[in-house]
């Protein structure tokens, strides 16, 4: 882009160079026109010749510099383009690599889920335990409150204080949630806490 730039530079200063020695030139004319007229001068038409000849001269250098600039300036956005070229393909091929990765992890996760769904319905649950797993479920999240008090470390009484309800209905929810009942013991050292309090 920034050659782009300075080609279209180089061209207005040469269009404007071209004009200027164009009009230098006319007006040059005119004004030799106009003293020829008057009076001839052999030296003047010989320094005018000199100028005009610089003038050709330093036209032809600007002029052969400026192809050598877009020479320059084509070589450059060839190798840019062929670069590009190159890095396109790259990146396709990643992306082809990327695209069958993702095709292997898919087709992997598909057999895993076959053989995860093969071997559920493979195992043998009978329909009290699913009955009774359902049921603990839902009894922990209706009373998910007491159980949080309970992992924290709380004992039944104080839930039940803290909850404001029986603490048998603590006791019986905490029983029913368990495979293994609350234990007698447990139970004394409720009490205990309860006489304390």
């Known amino acids: ?63 052969s510099q400026v192809k050598k600039e877009n020479e320059q300036t084509n070589r450059y956005a060839e190798a840019s383009v062929r670069e590009l070229k190159q890095e396109n393909n790259y990146l396709k091929d990643e992306i082809a690599d990327l695209y069958q990765q993702i095709s292997s992890l898919s087709k992997e996760q598909q057999q895993l889920i076959h053989n995860l769904q093969q071997s559920h319905s493979t195992e043998q649950v009978g329909p009290e335990e699913i009955q009774n797993e359902n049921d603990i479920f839902a009894l922990k999240n209706r009373y998910s409150r007491v159980f949080e008090l309970a992992n924290s470390g709380m004992s039944s009484i104080d839930i039940a204080k803290k909850l404001g309800v029986g603490h048998g209905e603590i006791q019986l929810i905490m029983s029913l949630s368990t495979s293994t009942p609350v234990t007698d013991e447990q139970t004394q050292m409720d009490r205990q806490q309860e006489r304390e309090a």
Do not use: C, N
Not at 7 to 31: D, H, N, T
Not at 32 to 53: I, K, L, M, N
């Open 1 to 63: 882009m920034e050659q782009m730039i300075w080609i279209l530079l180089g061209i207005g200063a040469f269009a404007i160079l071209v004009s200027a020695v164009s009009l230098y030139l006319s007006r040059k004319k005119e004004q030799s026109d106009g003293s020829a007229r008057q009076t001839f001068h052999p030296a003047e038409t010989t320094s005018s010749h000199v100028e005009r000849s610089e003038m050709e001269q330093a036209l032809k250098k600007f002029v």
